[in-house]
């Protein structure tokens, strides 16, 4: 994942809008609470979240490995808010509560996952960023990592926003 260059502006975000957008990632995206995604941290340009193996989780009996839709649907969510959180950082001038209902024709509109190895772990971090922020379309990179910093999957998704 890219670094932001020392010269630019790091950008942080009010209590109430980081405890505003894990709400709604985090409730009000009911899916989320199936996965068990939480999210870890928020930043302008780096959402980070993280999901306990459990056994409603388990893709292959054998081996005790995640599902493969639990990746791909973890990283899509994880870019998601990605994009929300570079929405908000685009809109500082803003209160948090107006930023906060920018995100409602947010909406996947590409995915692809690259499965690298067997996700086998007792808990799993993500981590997505923004390439691209648009007017009508944002891009973003993700990962999906072992309790062992190891990388697992990659993801790429493009993002409607507007």
Do not use: C, W
Request: without cysteine; hydrophobic residues 45%.
């Amino acid at each position: 994942m890219k670094k932001l260059p020392a010269t630019e502006t790091v950008i942080e975000f009010e209590p109430e809008f980081i405890t505003g957008l894990t709400r709604i990632f985090e409730e009000m995206i009911v899916f989320n609470q199936v996965l068990g995604l939480k999210v870890t941290s928020i930043k302008a340009d780096r959402v980070t979240g993280r999901i306990d193996m459990r056994h409603e989780l388990i893709g292959h009996y054998s081996f005790n490995r995640i599902h493969g839709g639990v990746i791909s649907a973890g990283l899509d969510a994880m870019g998601g808010l990605a994009v929300m959180a570079a929405i908000g950082a685009r809109h500082m001038d803003e209160e948090p509560s107006q930023r906060l209902h920018r995100f409602s024709k947010l909406g996947t509109i590409d995915l692809r996952i690259d499965y690298l190895r067997p996700g086998i772990s007792d808990h799993f971090e993500l981590r997505a960023e923004v390439l691209r922020l648009g007017s009508r379309v944002a891009t973003t990179r993700m990962e999906f990592l072992g309790a062992d910093g190891k990388l697992l999957s990659t993801g790429a998704g493009a993002y409607i926003v507007s």
